[in-house]
């Protein structure tokens, strides 16, 4: 089941935000997340906050429903304009996750999407994407999407080997992933990204190497690939304890990453952000910088979090819950924090290091400069941009890149 929340202080009824968050807010980007909470049934290795119809059944009525769910999300962008009050800034990015926000009509999500531009406006350039299963889209949904403003998809495809995507209870057909990238360019999508997992039970290098020819053969323009992280709670942690299928190994993880990098970088894609690969400048993923530059978004739907000037908060997370404190006119919010400039300072280290530009060594304290200096005679951090002030991973750094926070952080 989904994790926990974290703890924080109540949010107040009616969604306000300190005066603090709101100053200089023109000055930053602004984005949105639109969480969608459905999934027709529920992988592995999954621990996100989404619900099947059996999981919801008689614990939400219909104010869990998916039918009426975009309109109840249509109500907290509504809020979200009140909050946010004459906040000028027009929306730079949509990103609508899950979940499998493609079980919903098309023109559900297209509504969610009206919503942020009659509240807000959209940036001319703005880049609106929405993740997708393969196996919930066909042309006519695509194009449907297209025509509605959305201008990049994202679709999950973990694996080409079909005995991969059993373990991880995906049920989707190999080969339908790559027949979804032609669909999306037909229907006028520049941009299209397939995610990949590395590193599950029985695979093997050449299942992985695999599956990265078929994902590049299909011919999208950004490429994700993130190890296997069996969280406890899930079916496949149980299934791992039971010693149904072997644990995980840290090792085949760096092994896999190494093809990963070798096989992207060969097909003329580079790397922006440690689990990511772009064939072009425009097809990084700007709503995902966003959150990895510690810019503005707010998340709507169950368990969304946001963070708006320092002040980071998360939503109730059953959707029946968030309906009814939407309908109610009280905001959907659970808890939040304000960060502290230490919290701040942290967390762009965290985040930031991670990036292809790296993190200015004016962030580090004394510690974390002289962990920053032997991170740089261990191979882990690049030369050239260190003696020009920033601090940048290495391919070797990449491997290690949470140990090389951890050290400059301190």
Not at 32 to 59: I, K, Q, S
Not at 183 to 208: K, Q
Not at 335 to 364: A, C, K, N, S, Y
Request: net charge negative; charged share 25%; aromatic share 8%.
């Amino acid at each position: 089941m989904p994790s926990a929340l974290p703890d924080g202080e109540p949010v107040p009824a009616d969604g306000a935000l300190p005066a603090s968050a709101l100053a200089g807010a023109a000055g930053r980007p602004l984005g949105f997340y639109l969480h969608v909470p459905y999934c027709a049934t529920r992988c592995g290795y999954c621990d996100f906050n989404t619900y099947t119809a059996t999981e919801l059944r008689g614990t939400g009525g219909v104010l869990a429903s998916r039918d009426n769910y975009a309109e109840t999300l249509v109500d907290e962008v509504r809020l979200a304009r009140k909050v946010l009050g004459d906040d000028p800034r027009e929306v730079r990015t949509v990103f609508v996750g899950g979940g499998t926000p493609t079980l919903l009509a098309a023109e559900d999500l297209v509504r969610m999407l009206r919503a942020i531009r009659d509240e807000f406006g959209l940036a001319a350039d703005a880049e609106v994407t929405t993740e997708a299963n393969p196996e919930s889209v066909d042309p006519a949904y695509l194009a449907a999407l297209r025509e509605g403003g959305f201008n990049r998809v994202s679709f999950g495809m973990q694996s080409a080997r079909r005995h991969v995507l059993k373990v991880l209870d995906r049920t989707h057909t190999p080969g339908r992933p790559e027949a979804c990238v032609a669909e999306a360019r037909a229907a006028g999508f520049d941009h299209v990204n397939l995610d990949l997992i590395y590193g599950t039970p029985g695979e093997s290098d050449d299942d992985w190497r695999a599956s990265l020819d078929a994902a590049l053969g299909a011919g999208p323009d950004h490429v994700s690939a993130y190890a296997l992280i069996v969280e406890e709670g899930t079916q496949l942690a149980r299934r791992i304890r039971r010693g149904e299928v072997p644990a995980t190994d840290d090792d085949v993880h760096a092994d896999r990453y190494l093809i990963a990098e070798e096989a992207l970088f060969a097909a003329g894609f580079a790397w922006y952000e440690v689990s990511n690969w772009a064939a072009t400048p425009a097809g990084r993923c700007l709503h995902n910088e966003l959150y990895w530059r510690g810019a503005d978004w707010w998340g709507a739907g169950p368990g969304a979090h946001s963070h708006v000037g320092g002040v980071r908060w998360w939503n109730v997370k059953h959707p029946g819950a968030y309906a009814a404190a939407l309908a109610a006119g009280r905001s959907p919010g659970a808890g939040r924090e304000v960060l502290t400039d230490e919290d701040r300072r942290v967390e762009r280290i965290l985040l930031e290091l991670r990036l292809r530009e790296g993190v200015p060594l004016t962030l580090l304290r004394e510690e974390g400069l002289a962990a920053s200096r032997r991170a740089l005679a261990d191979g882990l951090l690049q030369a050239g941009p260190y003696d020009g002030g920033r601090a940048v991973l290495t391919l070797r750094g990449r491997l290690l890149a949470d140990a090389v926070v951890r050290d400059l952080v301190d």
